[in-house]
C-alpha cells in the first residue's frame, strides 16, 4: 500500500465513526479553500442545476428562485432544469467540473453523494451547512455528510411506503397486510381473482431491495478497522429473498419494470392494485392514474413488518450539493437553505421534504389518495426509516449487477437470492474500482 494510500485509509477510519461517509481521499481536494468571499456590495451570481419535475399542476422552480432574486439582489440565482436521465446529469457535472465549467449548485442524490465527494466534484461546506442544520429532519442532514465533512443540504427523503387500490381490497375481501404473512396470503388471494397487490421490479432492484433489506434490519456497509466491510446478504436480505420467491414460484405477484408502460396500464386496468414504493411516487401514481376510476380508491399505508417492527428504508431522496467550482460557496449555502425550506412549492413537486415543519397535502394529493392527510403518513414513514443504512462511494455501480440478477430471477432463470449476492460482489468491486480498502 502506497503512502497516499496509507494516509486515505486512516482518514476513512477516523470519517467512518461520524457518519460512514467513506473515501473522502482525492487528488482534486475538497478543503474549500478556494472559496472567494463576496467583496460588499458586490454582485454575487450562482447557477443551480436541477431535475425536478416541474410539472404544469407545480410551482415552477423558476418560479420560486425569482421569488428570492426580487428579496436578493445582490445575489442572484439561476436555475436550469436537466432534461435528461439522473445518471447522466451526474456524467455531467462531472466533466464540467474538471473543465471548471460547472454550476455552484447541483442536485445530488444521496446514493452519489459519497462518490461525487470522493472523485473531488463536491466542496466541504460543513462551516457554512451547520448554520442551517436546524432548519431540517437530523436523519435526513446526515446524509449530506461524507465522513464528518457536509457537501450540501438536504432537499427531500424518500422511504419506502405501501400503495393500495382499498376499493378493489374490498371487493375481494383482503385486509391491508401488517406482516409479510399476511401479505403472501393476500397476494395469493388476490391471483386467484387475477389481481396482483405487488410488482416484482427488475429495473428498481438496487432501491428497491436494498431499502426492503433496510426495513428487514440490515446494514448492508459498516468499518472494520480502517476498511470498507460489505454485508448484503444478512438476515435482512434472506428474509426479503424469502419473501419475494415465495410469491414468484406461486405466481402471486407480477414481473413488470416499474417504467415500463405495461405498469402504468396494469395500474389503470385495475390488474395491479398494490405497489411497493417510495414517497416520492405518490404524486407519480395519482398522475398516472388520472382521469380513471382509480381517482378516490387508493390509499397509503406503512411497509408491512419485515420482522423488526414498523420500520421503512430508504428509496431514494437529494439534496443540493455545492460543486468544487463554486466561488461563493457562503452566499451558495445562503440560497439552498433558503429554498429547500419552502416546503409548499417543494411538496406541490411531489416531494417529502427533509425540512422541519408542518406539510398541508395537496388537495389533487388527498382526493386521489381516498381523502387521507398523505403527508402525515410519509412522514410518519420517515420518522420510522432506518437511521443505520448507509452508502458506499460507487454505490451506483451495484445497480446494473441487482438489475441483471433480478431480470433473471423474475424469470425464473436465478433466485431472488442471488439479487443480494450479486450486489455484495458489485459493492466490493466498486469499492476497489475507487482504491477503497475492503474487508474480506
Same mark, same amino acid.
Given at each position: 500500500?502506497?503512502? *497516499?494510500?496509507r494516509?486515505?485509509?486512516g482518514?476513512?477510519?477516523?470519517?467512518?465513526?461520524?457518519a460512514l461517509?467513506?473515501?473522502?481521499?482525492s *487528488?482534486?481536494?475538497?478543503?474549500?479553500?478556494?472559496?472567494k468571499p463576496?467583496k460588499?456590495?458586490?454582485?454575487?451570481?450562482?447557477n443551480?442545476?436541477?431535475r425536478?419535475p416541474?410539472?404544469?399542476?407545480?410551482?415552477? =422552480?423558476?418560479?420560486v428562485?425569482?421569488?428570492?432574486?426580487d428579496?436578493h439582489p445582490?445575489?442572484r =440565482?439561476?436555475?436550469?432544469?436537466?432534461? $435528461?436521465?439522473?445518471?447522466?446529469?451526474?456524467k455531467?457535472?462531472?466533466?464540467?467540473?474538471k473543465?471548471d465549467?460547472?454550476?455552484c449548485?447541483?442536485q445530488?442524490?444521496?446514493?452519489?453523494?459519497?462518490e461525487?465527494?470522493?472523485?473531488?466534484?463536491?466542496?466541504?461546506?460543513?462551516?457554512e451547512?451547520?448554520?442551517?442544520?436546524?432548519?431540517?429532519a437530523?436523519?435526513?442532514f446526515?446524509m449530506?455528510?461524507?465522513?464528518?465533512?457536509?457537501v450540501?443540504?438536504?432537499?427531500?427523503?424518500g422511504?419506502l411506503?405501501?400503495?393500495?387500490?382499498?376499493?378493489e381490497?374490498?371487493?375481494?375481501?383482503?385486509?391491508v397486510?401488517?406482516?409479510?404473512d399476511?401479505?403472501?396470503?393476500?397476494?395469493?388471494?388476490?391471483a386467484?381473482?387475477d389481481k396482483y397487490i405487488?410488482?416484482?421490479?427488475?429495473?428498481?432492484?438496487l432501491?428497491?431491495f436494498?431499502?426492503?433489506?433496510?426495513?428487514?434490519?440490515?446494514?448492508?456497509y459498516?468499518?472494520d $478497522?480502517?476498511?470498507?466491510?460489505?454485508?448484503?446478504?444478512?438476515?435482512g436480505?434472506?428474509?426479503?429473498?424469502?419473501?419475494w420467491? #415465495?410469491?414468484?414460484d406461486?405466481?402471486?405477484?407480477?414481473?413488470? /419494470?416499474?417504467?415500463d408502460?405495461?405498469?402504468k396500464?396494469?395500474?389503470?386496468?385495475?390488474?395491479?392494485?398494490?405497489t411497493?414504493?417510495a414517497?416520492?411516487?405518490?404524486a407519480?401514481?395519482?398522475?398516472?392514474?388520472?382521469g380513471?376510476?382509480n381517482?378516490?380508491?387508493?390509499?397509503?399505508?406503512?411497509l408491512p413488518?419485515?420482522?423488526?417492527?414498523?420500520?421503512?428504508?430508504?428509496?431514494?431522496? *437529494?439534496?443540493i $450539493?455545492?460543486?468544487?467550482?463554486?466561488?461563493?460557496?457562503?452566499?451558495?449555502?445562503?440560497?439552498?437553505?433558503?429554498?429547500?425550506?419552502?416546503?409548499?412549492?417543494?411538496?406541490?413537486?411531489?416531494?417529502?421534504?427533509?425540512?422541519t415543519?408542518?406539510v398541508?397535502?395537496?388537495?389533487g394529493?388527498s382526493?386521489?389518495?381516498?381523502?387521507?392527510?398523505?403527508?402525515?403518513?410519509?412522514s410518519t414513514a /420517515?420518522?420510522?426509516? #432506518?437511521?443505520?443504512?448507509?452508502?458506499?462511494?460507487?454505490?451506483?455501480?451495484v445497480?446494473?449487477?441487482?438489475?441483471?440478477a433480478?431480470?433473471?430471477?423474475?424469470k425464473?432463470?436465478?433466485?431472488v437470492a442471488?439479487?443480494f449476492?450479486a450486489?455484495?460482489d458489485?459493492?466490493?468491486?466498486?469499492l476497489?474500482?475507487?482504491?477503497?480498502?475492503v474487508?474480506e
Amino acid at each position: 500500500m502506497s503512502k *497516499s494510500m496509507r494516509t486515505c485509509s486512516g482518514l476513512i477510519a477516523m470519517a467512518a465513526v461520524a457518519a460512514l461517509g467513506l473515501g473522502a481521499c482525492s *487528488s482534486g481536494g475538497n478543503s474549500g479553500d478556494e472559496a472567494k468571499p463576496a467583496k460588499s456590495g458586490e454582485k454575487v451570481e450562482i447557477n443551480y442545476m436541477h431535475r425536478l419535475p416541474d410539472g404544469d399542476d407545480m410551482t415552477k =422552480v423558476n418560479d420560486v428562485v425569482k421569488k428570492w432574486n426580487d428579496a436578493h439582489p445582490d445575489i442572484r =440565482v439561476k436555475a436550469e432544469k436537466w432534461q $435528461g436521465q439522473a445518471t447522466e446529469m451526474i456524467k455531467k457535472l462531472e466533466t464540467d467540473v474538471k473543465a471548471d465549467n460547472a454550476p455552484c449548485l447541483a442536485q445530488v442524490g444521496y446514493s452519489e453523494t459519497p462518490e461525487l465527494y470522493t472523485k473531488g466534484l463536491l466542496k466541504d461546506v460543513t462551516e457554512e451547512a451547520n448554520k442551517y442544520k436546524d432548519k431540517f429532519a437530523e436523519g435526513a442532514f446526515n446524509m449530506m455528510k461524507v465522513g464528518d465533512k457536509v457537501v450540501g443540504l438536504p432537499q427531500d427523503t424518500g422511504p419506502l411506503v405501501y400503495y393500495y387500490n382499498a376499493d378493489e381490497f374490498k371487493k375481494l375481501g383482503i385486509e391491508v397486510p401488517t406482516t409479510l404473512d399476511e401479505f403472501k396470503e393476500a397476494a395469493k388471494k388476490a391471483a386467484e381473482q387475477d389481481k396482483y397487490i405487488a410488482a416484482f421490479e427488475p429495473d428498481e432492484a438496487l432501491n428497491f431491495f436494498a431499502g426492503q433489506a433496510a426495513a428487514a434490519g440490515d446494514t448492508w456497509y459498516s468499518v472494520d $478497522g480502517d476498511k470498507w466491510k460489505v454485508d448484503t446478504t444478512g438476515e435482512g436480505a434472506k428474509t426479503v429473498a424469502d419473501f419475494w420467491q #415465495s410469491m414468484l414460484d406461486d405466481k402471486s405477484v407480477l414481473v413488470m /419494470n416499474r417504467w415500463d408502460d405495461s405498469f402504468k396500464n396494469s395500474l389503470t386496468s385495475n390488474k395491479l392494485i398494490g405497489t411497493i414504493g417510495a414517497a416520492w411516487e405518490a404524486a407519480l401514481l395519482a398522475g398516472d392514474m388520472e382521469g380513471t376510476d382509480n381517482e378516490g380508491n387508493w390509499m397509503v399505508t406503512q411497509l408491512p413488518d419485515y420482522g423488526e417492527g414498523v420500520m421503512s428504508g430508504p428509496d431514494g431522496g *437529494s439534496g443540493i $450539493g455545492v460543486t468544487k467550482n463554486c466561488d461563493h460557496p457562503a452566499e451558495a449555502m445562503e440560497f439552498a437553505a433558503w429554498f429547500n425550506t419552502q416546503i409548499e412549492p417543494l411538496v406541490s413537486q411531489g416531494l417529502v421534504v427533509a425540512a422541519t415543519g408542518d406539510v398541508k397535502t395537496p388537495e389533487g394529493l388527498s382526493k386521489f389518495f381516498s381523502g387521507q392527510d398523505v403527508y402525515a403518513i410519509l412522514s410518519t414513514a /420517515n420518522e420510522v426509516m #432506518s437511521k443505520d443504512f448507509a452508502y458506499i462511494p460507487g454505490f451506483s455501480a451495484v445497480g446494473p449487477e441487482m438489475i441483471t440478477a433480478a431480470d433473471a430471477a423474475g424469470k425464473g432463470e436465478k433466485k431472488v437470492a442471488d439479487i443480494f449476492t450479486a450486489a455484495q460482489d458489485a459493492s466490493v468491486k466498486a469499492l476497489k474500482n475507487l482504491q477503497l480498502p475492503v474487508a474480506e
